[in-house]
């Protein structure tokens, strides 16, 4: 079984449409992890949820905005896509806040 | 969010050559840890240093912590082409955690 998954997997629309992606894992870990890599490989974590608590990294726009129905989801809801938004984005989880993680295989964002 | 640089950015050794990667913060760490991301994947942990000038080893990489707690390496002894991908370090500092930059490693046959 995937410990972490995420779908989709390649994600193409256009500038300012609104997508979601999902992510799920069945490790039983208390935080999870959304990332952005971009084309230069950098890896930005853009938000954390430990036990209910989410912690927002600021220089993410407010047009992104997690979602977690309950501590094994973690989903990313982005409105008002932009061409900047193209990248690979991660999940990841870990049992517990800023400890190893598991990342899921990506969502590949493609903006036309 | 914050980076940190890792050095070098690139790397292309020829197989067998030995590669290293250094990361380095301005602030004491908690712990740091090492990931590898092949080219197409998605980063993979390898391990986690917490102890001052502590040093693992996973067969041919070694990994070190400085002793100050602000520096750590990764070493690969006689490199196979299997090596290839993105290095990162990650960096815990008890209230903010990030990845370095990373360095990319190329395996010539």
């Known amino acids: 079984d995937t410990a972490v998954s995420q779908t989709p997997k390649y994600l193409v629309t256009q500038m300012g449409n609104d997508k979601s992606i999902k992510c799920e894992q069945n490790?039983?870990?208390?935080?999870m992890y959304w990332y952005k890599q971009d084309s230069k490989k950098f890896l930005k974590i853009m938000f954390s949820?430990?036990?209910?608590?989410?912690?927002i990294n600021e220089t993410v726009p407010n047009r992104f905005s997690p979602k977690s129905p309950d501590k094994a989801h973690l989903n990313l809801h982005i409105n008002s896509l932009e061409l900047g938004d193209s990248a690979v984005y991660f999940c990841?989880?870990?049992?517990?806040?800023?400890?190893?993680?598991?990342f899921g295989d990506g969502t590949r964002l493609s903006i036309l | 969010g914050q980076q940190v640089m890792q050095i070098p950015q690139y790397q292309h050794v020829q197989e067998g050559e030995d590669f290293t990667t250094y990361c380095n913060s301005s602030?004491?760490?908690?712990?740091i840890q090492w990931y590898k991301q092949r080219p197409g994947g998605h980063p993979v942990f390898l391990i986690q240093?917490?102890?001052?000038?502590e040093v693992k080893k996973q067969k041919r990489l070694t990994f070190q912590f400085g002793e100050a707690k602000k520096n750590s390496s990764l070493h690969i002894t006689a490199t196979q082409t299997t090596d290839v991908g993105t290095y990162f370090c990650?960096?815990?500092?008890?209230?903010?955690?990030?990845f370095g930059t990373g360095t990319s490693l190329t395996v010539i046959p």
């Open positions: 240093l917490v102890k001052s000038g």
């Open positions: 602030t004491t760490l908690s712990n």
């Open positions: 990841a989880s870990s049992a517990t806040l800023n400890q190893p993680q598991h």
């Open positions: 949820y430990n036990n209910k608590e989410l912690i």
């Open positions: 490790l039983g870990h208390d935080t």
């Open positions: 990650a960096m815990n500092t008890g209230n903010q955690f990030y």
